[in-house]
């Protein structure tokens, strides 16, 4: 209650609200207060994320999920996904960036979630983006974000994303060019998105999504837009 009263205090008298999404920007006009507002996207620094073209094949898609494994996150249902794709024939391995979360094992162990997913430790941006050019696709089904920054680093990497369709995403993915979207809190739709992913994966040029990624989140676009707000106002 505090920090919504003293939010509401300060969006008062602010000219406007820069918001991360435009999903973002409505929330905050509808919950808190009504103020004029402008989304400007994150970034995505493509020094340390970027394509690597020359991965060797592998005869087991890996797809990749890197968060922090809270209820947010919707970890769980993209487990039973996972397990429903294994059990339709298809061989698939997820490799997970996290912290260890006892409950995540006891939910694996309660659901039988078959031994194909190898957890990694959280990891510096470096290694992460090494993690997400030796994988196939990410995942991330959230069941809300305020932006999702992993995406983008993953599309610069050249992988194509699977996302839940909350609409924070709709604003960064391109629906069968830089991923895909699947309903939410549905393990299944999300499980039937993942076997398309893994059956079409020739359709996904990573030169592609790494260029039309690297294009529109790089450093100097984004601060241009920054730099024409505060040239309004200085």
Do not use: W
């Not at 060797?56 to 769980?76: M, Q």
């Not at 409950?103 to 430790?121: A, L, T």
């Amino acid at each position: 209650m505090a920090f919504r009263f003293l939010t509401r205090r300060v969006l008062k008298h602010s000219s406007l609200l820069v918001a991360v999404s435009d999903h973002l920007a409505k929330m905050i006009n509808q919950h808190i207060i009504n103020v004029p507002y402008m989304d400007i996207p994150s970034v995505v620094d493509t020094n340390i994320f970027f394509p690597d073209n020359n991965i060797s094949g592998r005869s087991i898609f890996r797809f990749i999920h890197i968060s922090s494994l809270d209820h947010p996150k919707n970890f769980e249902q993209l487990l039973l996904a996972s397990k429903i794709v294994i059990e339709k024939g298809f061989k698939i391995e997820l490799f997970v960036h996290g912290p260890e979360r006892e409950e995540i094992k006891q939910f694996m162990q309660d659901n039988k979630i078959p031994d194909v997913v190898v957890f990694k430790k959280e990891a510096p941006q470096n290694q992460l983006a090494e993690s997400m050019r030796s994988a196939d696709a990410l995942i991330l089904y959230s069941r809300y974000e305020t932006f999702g920054n992993v995406i983008i680093e993953a599309n610069a990497c050249g992988l194509p994303v699977i996302v839940s369709d909350y609409p924070t995403f709709n604003e960064i993915i391109i629906e069968g060019k830089t991923g895909l979207k699947a309903a939410g809190n549905n393990p299944g739709a999300l499980a039937e998105k993942m076997i398309y992913m893994v059956t079409n994966y020739v359709s996904f040029d990573r030169s592609v999504i790494a260029a039309i990624t690297k294009d529109k989140y790089n450093f100097q676009e984004v601060g241009k837009r920054f730099d024409a707000v505060y040239s309004k106002f200085f």
